[in-house]
Every structure is written in C-alpha cells, then in structure tokens.
C-alpha cells in the first residue's frame, strides 16, 4: 500500500518519504495546460479548426485542438443554449466535435500497449479516466498488445490516448492505452 512504501522510504531515508502528492502535472504549476503548448510548440502544429455539431454545422472556430479533451463541457466558447460537450476530436482536420451528454456514451474501447500483471483476464472492471468510477466489462485479450473491452453499461468520456486501467476488487490486473472508443 502506499502508507507501506512511505514507511519503506522512511526508514531508507529516501527524500520523498514526506513528498505531497500531486494529480497534476508538476512542470505545470500554473495548471494553464494550453499555454504550456503553446510555447513548446511550433505554431504550425496547434491545429487551430472548426466546432461542430452532430450534424457537421460549424459552430465556431478555435485556436488549437490542444485546448480540448473528450467530455468537456466548460471553456467552449459557445455561449448559451443546452449543455454541449466535446464528443470527438480529429486532431489532423482540427475539428472539434460537440454534442449532447448522451453522445459522450461508448459502448466499450479498443486498448493497445496493453501489459497484464499475470495471465489476461476476460471480465474485470476498468477505469477509464483518473477519478472515473471503475466499469464493470468484458475484455477479449488479442495478439500484438491489444485488447477489445465491451463494458456491461455504457460509459462515458472514452478518450484515446487516456490509460485504461483493468481491475479484479483493488487488484491491477492489466492496462494499456485507449486507441479508440466503441
């Protein structure tokens, strides 16, 4: 457990027995991820487009799909109206994809670079964002990596690129990378 490993620093007198914790970037102080981008990278690789609506209507246009992450809501620079959330993003067009919170609803997800603690397992929960609350599913482990995760209820903000995380109870048993949502 994390209060074990503590204490094995502790008594090793290792530096970071008494470190706080961060959930957040720790080369990000300000937490203006968008900023931080933006000075890293060349402006020709910002990807500035277009919203959308389910139907393809511009809504408005944007600086950078890097301002954007699957299933937020605030920040989109649409004004009033019903809640719109980001559905999809299409980093290589630059179009940003909003809708309705039902739209944010996937069915399961396709993970690569997956690496399994022990033998895969075909049935644990998975975690598909930090402090997403672990969904119960179906996993059919394939060669090369891969695996195809059906979840029992729809879940939302599937994102490709996130780690999904496979549990049995508190146990790991395996994770990779989210390449697609289902």
């Keep these: 457990s994390k209060?074990?490993?503590?204490?094995?620093?502790?008594?090793l007198d290792l530096g970071v027995a008494a470190k706080a914790e961060s959930q957040e970037i720790c080369f990000v102080p300000d937490r203006d991820y968008a900023a931080f981008v933006e000075r890293?990278?060349?402006?020709?690789?910002?990807?500035?487009?277009?919203i959308v609506d389910e139907?393809?209507?511009?809504?408005?246009?944007?600086?950078?799909?890097?301002?954007?992450?699957?299933?937020?809501?605030?920040?989109?620079?649409?004004?009033?109206?019903?809640a719109r959330y980001v559905s999809a993003i299409d980093?290589?067009?630059?179009?940003?994809?909003?809708?309705?919170?039902?739209?944010?609803?996937?069915?399961?997800?396709?993970?690569?670079?997956?690496?399994w603690t022990g033998e895969p397992v075909t049935r644990a929960s998975v975690r598909i964002r930090h402090r997403h609350?672990?969904?119960?599913?179906?996993?059919?482990?394939?060669?090369?990596?891969?695996?195809?995760v059906w979840f029992d209820e729809p879940a939302s903000g599937v994102t490709p690129g996130q780690a999904a995380v496979f549990y049995r109870d508190e146990e790991v048993v395996g994770g990779g990378w989210i390449n697609a949502a289902l």
């Design 3 to 11: 209060d074990e490993v503590r204490a094995i620093a502790r008594r």
């Design 40 to 50: 890293q990278t060349d402006a020709e690789r910002l990807r500035p487009g277009t």
């Design 55 to 82: 139907d393809g209507r511009t809504l408005a246009e944007h600086g950078g799909v890097h301002r954007f992450t699957i299933g937020q809501r605030r920040g989109l620079g649409l004004g009033g109206g019903d």
């Design 91 to 115: 980093a290589a067009s630059g179009t940003v994809r909003v809708g309705p919170k039902s739209a944010l609803a996937s069915s399961g997800l396709v993970a690569e670079g997956v690496q």
């Design 133 to 148: 609350t672990p969904v119960a599913a179906r996993i059919e482990p394939a060669d090369g990596g891969a695996a195809t």
